[in-house]
């Protein structure tokens, strides 16, 4: 027996109703991602071993969560497609593929990805990158029901996993960035009907938001010169969790469509309800309390991020909580029935604020802060001290295992900004920012981390660094054991009270996603989709090799071969092209940092999973015009500007990166340069 058997035994017989399965998307409820199963423990994971691999065909960033039913595994893969695979074998029993169109993509801020299915009786719910919601049979993946969740004419996404809450299907959006209004909602698990929806922040008619209260409040944190035309933003494309006991729904809500906020709410303001945890009474979609992480945020600091419901011990008395680390870099412990903050901490490098005001419950920024006129290099940087990578709490140790990432980010306002439905509207002077590269860039010497986290302690227990700048989602067990996939294609294995690497084996695909674990015919098996992609992973890491997305099971005296790994091979080619002039190759540069730049990043942050474009294969730079305006590559996710883009701006393009291809001093030059020469910073001196 190992260290944890006392607690163990009441935690099996509490959970083993859903000991064998991982049924939902956080395994219960509350999220909390903590299996009971302990037949894979410290004792013996060193005799973990892969069992059995399903490639997914597919090089698109790999983000789903497994949910495991009565043996059957329900995975998702990028554009949204559903494989129901045997849970011991990984045979494939079923697929279903939604057919989203592949313009579709160029909506997708982050890669055409999904989280993962919910499964509900013999359902199993889809949310389509489209908007569309989907049930499917659960036997066979025929269609039960669809309905359009989203309007059609407007850049909404869904790339997050539904939920079921009773006789209910939760399900929210993404495209704050593209100009859309946040809302979420819930359709009848029967039927697809709509039942109610909840809109996170208020509308330009100020009558008829004052008919719902909690409109009627947000409106009131907004001027009337708000940046209407945008939609606002407030988008909620992750995080929910549910307290069945008390009935109340929580959901996250994300940042505003216009970071910059003295552009988009020049008049002040809070600006509710974005990048804030909501408590809803599901029964009806009434707002019951809210909290605001970040506000009148400004730095894209969503609170979409994973939320955990616990039981904690808190100045001598039992509190129930809601547990959250948002990109803000703040860990908050709320009283998850009445909002009340517990507590709010940093957990990572924090410098656009002080601290948190228990008493007020509101961040006190510094003077760092506002970007609005200034460059300013900010903390955490825009993809927050923790994504969408989801924690893991395990109530055996009493820590939370977060992915955190450590960085900073050259926030930059655009004085020229004008809303433009057909891109991103960010705020941020993308030209200026890459024109502007200094010499040397300041980066952390461990960008990612896996972080315990104590809760009660208000502190850091213990930490694993890593190189690489993506994270992946955590999954902790009964077993003592914490699990977590690393860029370099490993599955690792910690002990969970000290953090201690006890296993790893290489797969040779990175990993983003969280494992999960489950029971078959009496054997615990661990398992894991793998695959780079995703904003942070199409920039923020280097893949050594071209292997396609799979999904990987383990147990124990598993002996299967991982797939072989291919090398990337890249070549530049350097077509006969027709000189442009300085003029207009700085334009090139300029509309490449505009309309290229968020999909196919900088040469020295380039994944594989969108091309460098200074590698193109001779048949590319032939066809490069068709491609951009014609969208001959729209299958592939790479959709036509033809609405943004002419000719001429084509050429300049085309121009530019066939000179950044003969190594010439554009900024993606400049930019490798720049991160080569960088300054690695020590943990130890930015200790608050």
Known sequence: ????????????????????????????????????????????????????????????????????????????TAWSRVYALDAATGRTLWHFDPMVAGEKGRDACCDVVNRGVAVNGEQVFLGALDGRLIALNRRTGAVN???????????????????VVRNMVIIGNGGAEFGVRGYFGAYEAATGKLLWRFYTVPSEDRQADAAQPSLAQARATWPD????????????????????????????????????????????????????????????????????????????????????LAELGWLGERRKVLMQAPKNGFFYVLDRITGELLAADKYVHVNWASHVDLETGRPVETEIADWSSTQRMISPAIVGGHNWHPMAFSPLTGLVYIPTIHTTYPFTADPNFRFDPRTMNTGEDFPRMVREVPAVVPRFCSPTRLTAWDPKARRVRWEVPFTSGVSAGVLATAGGLVFQGTTEGELVAYSADEGERLWGQDVSVGIMAPPVTYR??????????????????????????????????????????PPATRPRARQVQTPDFEALSETELTRGETLYAQHCLRCHGLSAQSSGLYPDLRYSAAEVHAIWPQIVLDGVFAARGMASFADSLDARDVRAIHGYVIREAVRTQGFMHRAAQAIGNSVCIPAEWLAD
């Not at 037949?39 to 892969?50: F, S």
């Not at 804030?276 to 009148?296: E, K, V």
């Not at 615990?524 to 071209?546: C, D, K, L, P």
């Not at 997305?549 to 598993?558: M, P």
Request: charged share 15%; glycine share 12%; proline share 5%.
């Open 225 to 308: 010169d708000a940046l209407w035309e945008s939609g606002l933003g407030g988008t909620v494309w992750d995080a929910f969790a549910y307290d069945a006991e008390s009935n109340i729904l929580y959901a996250g809500v994300g940042n505003a469509s216009q970071y910059n906020r003295a552009v988009r709410s020049p008049g002040g303001g809070d600006n509710l309800y974005v990048a804030s945890i909501l408590a809803i009474d599901p029964s009806t979609g009434r707002l019951l309390w809210h909290y605001q992480t970040t506000p009148a945020d400004s730095w894209d600091y969503t609170a979409t991020q994973h939320m955990i």
């Open 520 to 561: 078959v015919a009496g054997e615990q098996y661990v398992a894991v989709v793998a695959g780079i992609g995703g904003s942070q992973g199409g920039h923020n890491t280097v893949m050594r090799n071209e292997n396609p997305g799979h999904v990987f099971a383990f147990k124990l005296g598993g002996s299967a071969t």
């Open 145 to 163: 029901w669809s309905v359009q969740t989203t309007n059609t004419n407007k850049p909404y996404t869904i790339t997050g996993a539904p939920r």
């Open 1 to 76: 027996m190992h260290r944890y058997c006392p607690l163990l035994l009441f935690l099996l017989v509490t959970c083993a109703w859903a000991a064998d399965d991982w049924s939902r998307h956080g395994f219960d409820a509350a999220e909390q991602r903590f299996s009971p199963l302990d037949d894979i423990h410290t004792g013996n994971v060193q005799r973990l071993g892969l069992t059995w691999a399903f490639p997914t065909g597919n090089t698109r960033g790999m983000e789903a969560t497994p949910i495991v039913v009565d043996g059957v595994m329900y995975v998702t």
